[in-house]
Structures are given as structure tokens and as C-alpha cells.
């Protein structure tokens, strides 16, 4: 993506396995990607070639920043302090010190653009209220959206509230609203029988249930892969029910082709960086009102992948 012949220069802050770079598609130039998670350091080494800089963001000084030449940056700060279970200490979080040190550097040495994602509680925060006062700071014309993927053809509900700003002004584009594809459009050709929940299945009467016939499934949280209630949703079939595979939750978040992990990351880490991460399409319309038309297509899915 560009604007004009210039291609954007980006920093992905807090970059887990790379969503962001993935919804920027081709032509942008990926600066720098910071994040400190081992997972997310393998990770995104092997799905981009490169590792982030593993750098705690609280303490970036603002010479190494200018020395990457960025022009766009791009985040999903921890959500923990905005969510019912991360109890709701915005600012007062610890996990918010890289978000407030990053809003100072914003004051000093504002991009030409910044795209930020968060869940709906970020909205009305005290750390909300600061990104907004930097950006009217710094010159920046700004829009917030809360998208959802339902709308993007996505058989997934994962409302999240987007930020777009730039100081070159922003497209007007239309928020898409297409009917999410069958479900089973998304899952595997051969299932996995240990995805199964056996014993776990005492757990069914708090779980959310859909078939492959269903247009919907929950939202994927990090914790999926070792929580069952409120973790997502779990699919009914004629053998019994089971999780969603790495793969189908990829798919289901817009990954397309699904994210080869490295063998180190676990299953649990695996569903870990996926329910922390973006929804891709939904991204990539968002980044389409700084960078011009998105070269990320919406998903197509078949009726059957391989594992």
C-alpha cells in the first residue's frame, strides 16, 4: 500500500505474530516490529524472516525511534487494562506504561499516520482520552470505528475499536456489510480427534455451541486454548465436541493461507497470540483510509483445507 508513489514506512508496536504487517499487504515497508513475548519473537521470525526488537516499549528512547525513519505507526497495546477480567485500571495498569511512554513520544515526534486497536472498553478510558488529546495535539484528523468481522463476510464476533488518524488527511470509505460465509467453509478437511473435549465435556452447559451450518461463532480469546466458558466458541458435530483447531481459528480471524508456527510455540501459544491478535481483513480496510486501496482481499474460504 501507498500514498502516491511512496510507499509507507512503518513501526508495528506490540507486534505479536505480525497482524498488522499481514493486513498492510504489499508495499509498505515494515521499519521496525517491537514486541517481548518469546512466542511472539519465534513466531513472527518465522512467518516474516526477521525477529522483532525485543525491547520493553516503556523504556524506548526517542533517538532509537527517529533512527527508524517511520512514518506510520501502528499498535494493539494490552487490552487487560480496559477488560472486566483484567479488572479495568486503565492508566493505573502497569501493562499500560509502553502505551502512556509511547503517547509521550507521540507528543514529541508525531508520524504522519497511526492506526490503533483495542476492545470496546478502551472507549471512554482515561488512556483513550489521551491518544485523542495527542492527536488533536499534533494536528492529526481522526476517526473511530467498532468493527466487527460479521461485517466483513467473517462467521466470527469479535467487535474491537479501531483508530485511524493522519495529518494528510483520511479516505471516506464505506464500512462494508456483507453476510458472513457458512461456517464450515473454515474447518478442516480432516479433523483432529484429539481436539475432542472428553471429560472436559462437563463443561458443556456454559459453553457456546455451533455447527457447521452455523454464520457465527464467539470471539477466540487468548485463553482458549485452556479455558472453555467465555474462551470462544466450540463445535457441535455428530462425533461430540471440540475445540476449533489452530487452523480453523487462523481462518476464522482472516489468516489466509494459515500461519505456519514454529515447532517451539505450543498449542496453547498458538491459540495465545491468535486470540491476541487482529482480525485481519478488518485491519487492512482500516489501514485502506491512510495508505489508499487495500491489497488484502476479503477471504474466500473452500468448502474443505488441509490441517
Request: with cysteine.
Amino acid at each position: 500500500m501507498s500514498v502516491g508513489m511512496r510507499p509507507l514506512r512503518v513501526i508495528e508496536f506490540f507486534a505479536g505474530m505480525g497482524g498488522w504487517r499481514r493486513a498492510l499487504g504489499r508495499g509498505a515497508v515494515l521499519a521496525a516490529a517491537y514486541d517481548i513475548s518469546p512466542p511472539a519473537l519465534a513466531t513472527y521470525a518465522r512467518l516474516w524472516g526477521e525477529r522483532p526488537i525485543a525491547r520493553e516499549l516503556a523504556t524506548l528512547p526517542a533517538a532509537e525511534l527517529l533512527r527508524h525513519g517511520a512514518d506510520t505507526w501502528v499498535m494493539s497495546p494490552p487490552c487487560q487494562p480496559f477488560c472486566r477480567m483484567g479488572h479495568r485500571k486503565d492508566l493505573e495498569d502497569p501493562r499500560s506504561r509502553a502505551f502512556v511512554h509511547l503517547m509521550d513520544l507521540l507528543a514529541e515526534h508525531p508520524p504522519e499516520r497511526l492506526a490503533l486497536e483495542s476492545v470496546v472498553g478502551f472507549l471512554g478510558s482515561d488512556a483513550h482520552a489521551l491518544l485523542a488529546a495527542r492527536l488533536r495535539e499534533g494536528g492529526f484528523q481522526a476517526r473511530e470505528y467498532t468493527l466487527d468481522p460479521m461485517r466483513f463476510g467473517l462467521p466470527n464476533l469479535r467487535p474491537r475499536v479501531f483508530v485511524v488518524a493522519s495529518r494528510r488527511g483520511l479516505a471516506d470509505r464505506a464500512v462494508p456489510d456483507l453476510p458472513p460465509a457458512p461456517l464450515r467453509g473454515f474447518l478442516d478437511s480432516v479433523e483432529d480427534p484429539g481436539l475432542y473435549l472428553g471429560e472436559a465435556l462437563r463443561h458443556r452447559p456454559g459453553l457456546d455451541l455451533v455447527t457447521a451450518d452455523a454464520t457465527r461463532t464467539a470471539c477466540f480469546i487468548g485463553g482458549y486454548g485452556r479455558r472453555f466458558v467465555g474462551s470462544g466458541s466450540f463445535l457441535e458435530t455428530e462425533r461430540g465436541v471440540r475445540r476449533f483447531s489452530v487452523a480453523e481459528t487462523a481462518r476464522l480471524l482472516g489468516w489466509d493461507p494459515v500461519p505456519a508456527f514454529p515447532e517451539e510455540v505450543n498449542a496453547e501459544g498458538r491459540y495465545k497470540l491468535l486470540g491476541n491478535g487482529l482480525s485481519i481483513p478488518v485491519a487492512a480496510w482500516v489501514l485502506a483510509q491512510v495508505s489508499g486501496p487495500p491489497q488484502l482481499s476479503l477471504p474466500k474460504p473452500s468448502d474443505s483445507h488441509s490441517k
